[in-house]
């Protein structure tokens, strides 16, 4: 974390990011000061760096997460913007929850803090010793098969209800089949995808 003072907030926006290298818009900050007198003014910001939201967030998730279990180990990292915390713990159960709901709603809640935190949009995926990356496979391989299905009968299919970092590994996976286009609908945890044929390929029969 940075400190910055100036007279103005443009001003010291604009010294934090030549200072740092980061365009104004992807700043993270917080106003320490804002002072305007008859004859003067006065700011003063805290810059945050992504080093920061990630200790803050591996702070926050371990505090939680040490009510329900034991000397639980957290290995953050950061890919494409997305800061990934693998949990490593012998109690899965626990912390997975039925059908990954628990794990699902400790993501979300760890994002909303953060975010409320640096004021600013951070995409944070939580896994448990390989949970979601072992679901990501099963999901897409699956709805690889109904894909294929979908191409044959030309018959749009809805999947099950799934958390929206599942939904983008599926339209991701399945972006990249010729002929077939997907679409969220729903709310919530009722949000679902629905395959069906792109209308190009429909024109061709």
């Not at 494409?80 to 628990?102: F, Q």
Request: aromatic share 6%.
């Amino acid at each position: 974390m940075k400190t910055y003072k100036g007279k103005t907030l443009e001003q010291v926006l604009e010294e934090a990011s030549n200072d740092l290298g980061i365009p104004i818009e992807d700043l993270s900050y917080e106003v320490l000061l804002e002072e305007k007198r008859l004859f003067s003014k006065k700011v003063e910001i805290e810059v945050y760096e992504t080093s920061d939201i990630v200790n803050y967030v591996v702070d926050y998730l371990n505090r939680i997460i040490s009510l329900f279990v034991e000397d639980p180990h957290i290995k953050p990292s950061l890919n494409d913007d997305v800061i990934r915390l693998e949990i490593e713990t012998n109690h899965n159960s626990i912390l997975i929850g039925k059908n990954g709901r628990t794990l699902a709603a400790l993501n979300e809640l760890v994002k909303i803090a953060a975010m409320r935190k640096f004021k600013k949009r951070v995409r944070i995926l939580l896994d448990i010793n390989d949970y979601k990356s072992d679901k990501y496979r099963k999901i897409t391989s699956h709805a690889k098969r109904l894909a294929r299905n979908v191409i044959k009968t030309k018959k749009p299919v809805t999947l099950d209800p799934m958390t929206a970092d599942e939904r983008r590994a599926v339209h991701n996976a399945l972006g990249r089949i010729k002929g077939i286009k997907t679409e969220s609908t729903g709310t919530g945890y009722n949000r679902r995808i629905t395959i069906s044929v792109d209308e190009p390929l429909l024109n061709e029969y």
